[in-house]
């Protein structure tokens, strides 16, 4: 069974930091990885999607990498900023149109 | 946003009454999910729909049904609402006709039962 493993569970830093938040997966056999972002009381936002053929995205200040082999996934954020304070999931899935399977998020707060 | 609503968005009900949640998409996406989220737990799966008429149980189906009759309406009812239900509640769709099967979800059900 895929489990998905986010650590820490928690990350606070100063404004303008770069910053990495991990992910990490058992079963190295997956269709794509999937980061969102979600603010208290709201819903999920997809920031990147990684194909399994993929190495990296990109997208603004956000750079997310895929190492299958190691089952391993980071999310760089860049410049960190107070707006980018929210919980970070990743979700992988195991192929094509398969529900995704979550682990429990990154809470970033990103202090001015 | 891909064009998914969910309704309604907060609701508290009584234990033992049935409750029914509607996700509505406006992009005749064949997948839809249905999961719940909840502290400790994270996101997981309480079923799925790969077509009209086309459903599948996911991780935490008990005490779930679902129903598909159309393309754009996917509808997830607790027959007997128990305050272990309580949770938020999202519906997803998958984006397959892009190729890149990037999930896209609603805002959420904030579901209370006492």
């Known amino acids: 069974k895929q489990e998905v493993t986010q650590i820490p569970a928690a990350l606070s830093v100063p404004e303008g930091e770069n910053l990495v938040l991990n992910c990490s997966f058992t079963?190295?056999?997956?269709?794509?990885l999937q980061w969102f972002r979600q603010d208290p009381g709201k819903g999920l936002t997809s920031l990147l999607l990684i194909q399994s053929s993929q190495r990296e995205q990109t997208s603004g200040r956000l750079n997310a990498s895929l190492d299958k082999s190691s089952g391993r996934s980071t999310l760089y954020i860049a410049a960190s900023q107070p707006g980018d304070s929210a919980t970070y999931l990743c979700?992988?899935?195991?192929?094509?149109?398969?529900?995704?399977?979550f682990g429990k998020g990154t809470r970033l707060s990103v202090i001015a | 946003d891909a064009g998914i609503t969910q309704s309604p968005r907060h609701k508290v009900t009584e234990t033992g009454t049935p409750v029914t949640l509607r996700c509505h998409q406006t992009?005749?996406?064949?997948?839809m999910y249905w999961y719940r989220q909840d502290p400790g737990h994270g996101l997981r799966l309480i079923h799925y729909s790969y077509g009209v008429k086309d459903t599948d149980k996911g991780e935490v189906s008990d005490g779930y049904s679902v129903s598909r009759s159309k393309t754009e309406d996917f509808l997830l009812t607790l027959e007997s609402a128990t305050s272990s239900q309580t949770s938020v509640y999202f519906c997803a769709i998958s984006a397959s006709k892009t190729g890149s099967d990037e999930q896209y979800f609603g805002p959420g059900t904030r579901l209370t039962v006492t």
């Open positions: 079963d190295s056999a997956i269709y794509n």
């Open positions: 979700a992988v899935q195991p192929s094509g149109n398969t529900p995704l399977v």
């Open positions: 992009e005749n996406h064949r997948y």
